[in-house]
């Protein structure tokens, strides 16, 4: 009876909505709903840490072995890069067209980057993959994570970190995509990130690729 009340009340609301106000009223009862209805967030792994530790390697390899496993496809402002493809490895779009969608909230979490582009995860992919109960992931900075953590407190917080700070210079300079100036940028957000590595449930430290693979997967209840 109780949850047939606050179907009712939410199917109210939603009919008073305009359509202008729409999506941002569905976002929030749908964060409500979950609260009281059960659905749960715990599918969800949330992947952060600092530049060149190998993130997408690591997701890479474990979608590999275990193709069940889906990933948020990011949003940015920046360019695409060669050989990047527009929906594949980031939804490209302008800083007027990522201020709308988080002025409707339909964005889950956002950050300025490296003091430079907005990134972000886009809130329809996320909600879809807790309604379907399938596990799904997420990699996004450190920033980010503190905003999920408020709207989905039953997801699984991983930090990927590097075996030394030397060995995440050498990856970082050795991978060549970033002039000297982006590099000692990217150092700086790196060792604020590393710093915050308590705030996650579990560290991996990348020093085997296949070790660390197998870690995350069995966290994730994969294996």
Not at 16 to 45: F, I, P, Y
Not at 65 to 82: K, Q
Not at 131 to 150: A, K, S, T, Y
Request: proline share 5%; with cysteine; hydrophobic share 40%.
């Amino acid at each position: 009876m109780r949850l047939r009340s606050r179907l009712q009340g939410v199917f109210e609301v939603l009919v008073r909505c305009s359509e202008k106000n729409l999506l941002v009223a569905s976002a929030d009862l749908l964060s409500q709903l979950w609260q009281h209805t059960g659905m749960s967030s715990s599918t969800v792994t949330v992947i952060a840490g600092p530049t060149a530790v190998g993130k997408g390697t690591v997701i890479a390899r474990l979608r590999e072995l275990f193709p069940e496993v889906e990933l948020s496809v990011s949003m940015t402002t920046r360019s695409p890069r060669p050989g990047e493809i527009d929906g594949v490895h980031y939804h490209f779009v302008s800083e007027d067209q990522f201020a709308q969608l988080i002025d409707s909230k339909q964005m889950l979490e956002w950050a300025l980057v490296h003091g430079k582009y907005h990134y972000g995860t886009p809130r329809g992919p996320v909600d879809d993959a807790v309604r379907r109960g399938v596990p799904f992931l997420l990699e996004i900075d450190v920033v980010g994570v503190r905003q999920v953590r408020e709207s989905l407190p039953g997801a699984r917080f991983v930090f990927i970190a590097p075996p030394s700070w030397e060995v995440l210079v050498s990856r970082l300079v050795g991978r060549g995509t970033e002039d000297p100036a982006e590099q000692e940028r990217r150092l700086r957000t790196a060792k604020v990130e590393l710093a915050a590595a308590d705030e996650f449930d579990v560290t991996i430290v990348n020093d085997d690729l296949e070790l660390a693979v197998h870690e995350l997967a069995h966290m994730m209840g994969l294996e």
